[in-house]
């Protein structure tokens, strides 16, 4: 198996009055893994279905290796594809299942039912061939589902959003289990997500959508550290806002002076966009700062601490130091790493 390139050029679907995608360009590289990311209606999965044949845009072009294949219908595409749950067939076992496009295909009962065991075992069931949908858990359907769409030898796998029904430790497992199978057949693959964590602990390169169009397209740090706009910033983690002055290349915040890299407004007051574990909690009797909440998360605690001014600073510490800065200690803070945007001041704060 080898992966196509794939690209979506100036692609526009609409529904009545929604824009569902509204001139979507994106290239995706043979063998890489792509996440789409966006808030719900952004057009993940109408890109996906363009993609799959199952949506026909109604301007742009959908390219693998270079053909259009924009009106191909869906049963000559070579794509696999599994959805978010519920998408076997329930009268069928899990071999039977894995084997309905060779079956379709008038592949001999024989060979289906080898090449069906292969896969199973690839996704790590290999006993549960005879079982139907029903007798198998939401992780285990899902990896049948898997098995099933890589069957037919797909050059592009296509997941919407496949572990959203599970629950968190499958997910995770079954994120790595994706990830390392993807890579061993280098199949190229488009993995919707609203799930930021999901997006960049999988992906070669993580492409945000907003309203229909690409916000930004990077590989999962530069996307968290170098968000090429506030939105995108938002969307991949938890942000502070904090009030800023600027002044060249440098700008002041929280009586500290940074420098800024990258874009930059032009006026002088500024919004700066500082990741809670950018933020160093000192206990102080004589800071200025109190923490109000204390969240902790194990390996490290989120604290949201009151300055004086009566702003608020998300912070995460180490878990091990959270005793001692349970609410009501005076602290200080300290900005330590750079902010990873310094964009034109809107509303300041902090969204968690
Ligand atoms: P979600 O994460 O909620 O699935 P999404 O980013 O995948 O969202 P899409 O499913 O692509 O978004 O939908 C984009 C917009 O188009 C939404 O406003 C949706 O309601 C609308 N839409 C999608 N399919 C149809 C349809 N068949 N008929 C009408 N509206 C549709």
Do not use: W
């Not at 679907?13 to 360009?25: C, H, P, Y």
């Not at 869906?74 to 076992?93: C, T, W």
């Not at 009030?243 to 700066?272: F, H, I, K, Y």
């Amino acid at each position: 198996m080898n992966g196509a390139r794939v690209e979506f050029r100036g692609l526009r679907r609409r529904f009545g009055s929604t824009v569902a995608l509204d001139g979507l360009d994106l290239t995706v590289e043979p063998g890489e893994l792509i996440a789409l990311l966006g808030p719900s209606g952004c057009g993940k999965t109408t890109a996906l279905r363009c993609l799959a044949g199952f949506e026909q845009p109604d301007e742009g072009e959908v390219l693998v290796d270079g053909a259009d294949i924009t009106r191909v219908p869906a049963n000559r595409r070579d794509a696999g594809m599994v959805f978010q749950s519920y998408s076997l067939f329930p009268n069928l076992n899990a071999r039977d299942n894995v084997g309905f496009g060779m079956r379709v295909r008038k592949t001999p009962a024989a060979r289906r039912h080898a090449r069906a065991q292969e896969l199973l075992e690839l996704v790590g069931l290999p006993d549960v061939g005879g079982r139907y949908p029903h007798q198998l858990s939401g992780g285990q359907q899902q990896r049948v589902a898997l098995a099933r769409a890589l069957a037919l030898e797909p050059r592009v796998l296509l997941l919407d959003e496949p572990l959203s029904a599970l629950d968190a430790k499958v997910r995770v497992t079954l994120r790595e289990e994706i990830r390392r199978l993807q890579l061993s057949l280098g199949i190229t693959t488009i993995f919707v997500t609203h799930d930021q964590e999901e997006a960049l602990s999988m992906a070669d390169r993580v492409a945000v959508l907003r309203d229909g169009r690409l916000e930004q397209v990077a590989d999962p740090a530069t996307l968290y550290d170098r968000p090429a706009t506030p939105f995108v910033a938002e969307f991949v983690g938890a942000m502070n806002h904090l009030p800023g002055l600027l002044s060249g290349d440098q700008v002041t915040v929280l009586g500290q002076t940074l420098p800024v890299e990258g874009p930059r407004p032009a006026g002088p007051e500024a919004d700066v966009l500082v990741r809670p574990e950018a933020v160093l909690v000192v206990p102080d009797g004589e800071g200025e700062g109190m923490v109000v909440v204390s969240s902790f998360r194990g390996s490290t605690a989120r604290l949201r601490v009151r300055l004086g001014d009566g702003a608020e600073v998300l912070a995460d510490v180490p878990g091990h130091d959270s005793a001692r800065l349970a609410p009501g200690t005076a602290v200080r803070v300290r900005l330590v790493e750079r902010p990873v945007l310094v964009s034109a001041r809107t509303a300041t704060g902090v969204t968690a």
